[in-house]
């Protein structure tokens, strides 16, 4: 089974894109980010004339995940248990912002996540990136515990560059999100709780990234950063025969900023 995960940045504005490279790739299973629509607004229709089954949550022209499948979707599930939600007016009740969605792919739980960006230090979105990771990771550790057996898989956008040769100029980044402490600290909580990143075992070094800013041509200067991830289950992680992040994908006119990144797993 081949499984994908892509920040397509607006589904519609690249369903023919995302369809065409569903179809060159083989691809089973693909959990996409930032699909910036609702629910009613998704393409639905496109995926199934390929036999894709796509389970979606969308809440305005911000944010949006979701999982397309032609191996089975079952036991769809809107945000983990305990996600907690935001809203830049601290008088305001948070709201729970469509940046997690799950399924049941052929035997694999998959959580198609968008961890929010966290914008500066300083600021409030940052806190509450720190407070999403740390529920998922707490909902993680419980998935675990329940069933040590099960095949989950956390995959998408998530906004960390974990060490320094994830970026292409760690001192750019001082004193900036993606690559302080607290949030390093936040993606090795995972690594620690018993997921592993099963990508970076068959796409070692440095320079190797997912995502490139449009802006600065930061593309073909090779100025990007690497913030996509699938972190595995001890029972996925075992399955993972290939991985690759297709940087080709990223090229072209009306490419996304992010390009794929894709398992293959054995029986």
Not at 26 to 36: H, I, P, R, W
Not at 81 to 90: A, L, W
Not at 129 to 153: F, G, M, T, Y
Request: charged share 25%; with cysteine.
């Amino acid at each position: 089974m081949r499984i994908a995960t892509w920040n397509v940045n607006s589904v519609r504005a690249r369903t023919d894109r995302i369809l065409d490279w569903l179809q060159r790739t083989d691809t089973d299973v693909l959990a996409m980010q930032e699909t910036k629509c609702k629910d009613e607004q998704f393409p639905y229709e496109r995926f199934r004339e390929l036999g894709y089954e796509v389970a979606h949550v969308g809440i305005s022209q911000w944010n949006g995940v979701a999982i397309a499948s032609r191996v089975g979707l079952t036991d769809i599930r809107i945000g983990f248990e305990d996600q907690p939600g935001f809203h830049k007016d601290p008088e305001v009740a948070p709201v729970e912002e469509a940046r997690a969605i799950g399924a049941m792919c052929n035997g694999v739980r998959i959580w198609s996540l968008y961890v929010p960006n966290g914008r500066e230090l300083a600021d409030p979105h940052y806190t509450y990136k720190l407070e999403w990771l740390a529920k998922l990771r707490s909902d993680a550790v419980r998935w675990l515990e329940e069933n040590p057996a099960e095949q989950i898989a956390l995959v998408g956008d998530w906004n960390i560059a974990p060490t320094d040769d994830d970026v292409w100029d760690p001192a750019l980044f001082e004193g900036r999100t993606h690559t302080s402490a607290p949030e390093r600290a936040a993606f090795q909580s995972f690594l620690d709780s018993g997921f592993a990143d099963v990508v970076r075992p068959h796409t070692p070094g440095p320079g190797v990234y997912t995502y490139w800013d449009y802006t600065q041509l930061r593309f073909p200067k090779k100025q990007g950063m690497r913030i996509d991830f699938i972190l595995g289950s001890p029972a996925f992680a075992g399955r993972v025969d290939k991985a690759e992040i297709d940087r080709n994908e990223r090229k072209g006119k009306g490419a996304s900023d992010h390009a794929p990144v894709i398992v293959d797993l054995g029986i």
